[in-house]
């Protein structure tokens, strides 16, 4: 991932008080350094994930055939496979490196399931049915859907759920999750970043354009989220924003993040 181009400092140190927190310069840097990877990594996945299913759909005798698809990372490649609708059989591999577009392989060859491949449909198939549980509040607002991305973590799985949509002009920030699981897909820990869905609109009703997107995050979710950058730079590229902002109200200031020179930066004002 390419380093942070520029740091506004703007404490010496920031004491996060509803969390009884103090960082200093370096400390937030880091942080913020790691949420950025994260998101980073998180676009990978749904970048392959959003063109391999474009170009499957396109192809008559796969999407007739295909039942859902699995996302994964092996190496310095992102894999998205897609098995049959019995769910025991890939019937198309796409490999995508350096989030381009365009698959640097393919492979229409039926084939059984490996390891990781049925790791993580098992974990999927098994945390769908927790997410109807009450206390995880999982919504899907209607015009929207909801994406799952798997990333082994540790012993473990981390699990997102990010939203998605087909309207044009909107940018869908928030309502979105993550969960940590174990390897057979039980639910260990869930946090859900924003309260409610933020779908952001990036063109004005007198046809003029945006050119700042900006929300707010809850002292209990101080800083950006890696689910803010992945969603930013799968849709932004579809309108002319380049960055936008995240008002946090513990550190009392906005942290602005530029997909085109994948910066981020702390500052006072937008």
Known sequence: MKQI????????????????????????????????????LLYSYENASWHAGDLVGSNKRLAENTG???????????????????????????SFKNNQTKPVKENFKERGLNETESI?????????P?????????????????????????????????PGTVQSGIIPFGNDYL???????????????????????????NGGTVTMSTHSHLVTNPFISATDICTFKLYAPLTTLEEFSVLSTALGSYIKYNYKKDNIEVVKNP
């Open 68 to 94: 859902s698809y699995i996302t994964y990372q092996k190496n310095d490649t992102i894999k998205t496979s897609f098995l049959n609708k019995a769910g025991n059989m890939i019937i198309a591999e796409l």
């Open 130 to 162: 927790q997410l109807s549980d009450p206390k995880y509040s999982v919504t899907v607002p209607q015009g929207y859907s909801l994406n799952m991305i798997i990333i082994p973590f540790n012993e473990n799985y981390k699990v997102y759920l990010i």
């Open 5 to 40: 181009i520029g740091f506004l400092f703007f404490f010496v140190s920031i004491i996060l008080s509803a969390q009884n927190l103090t960082l200093s310069d370096k400390e937030l840097k880091q942080k913020l350094d790691s949420i950025k990877t994260e998101g980073n």
């Open 120 to 128: 993580l449909k098992n974990i999927r198939s098994a945390i769908i």
């Open 179 to 205: 969960f940590v699981s174990d390897k057979k897909g039980n639910i260990i820990s869930h946090k859900k970043f924003h309260s409610r869905l933020i779908p952001t609109s990036t063109a004005l009703e």
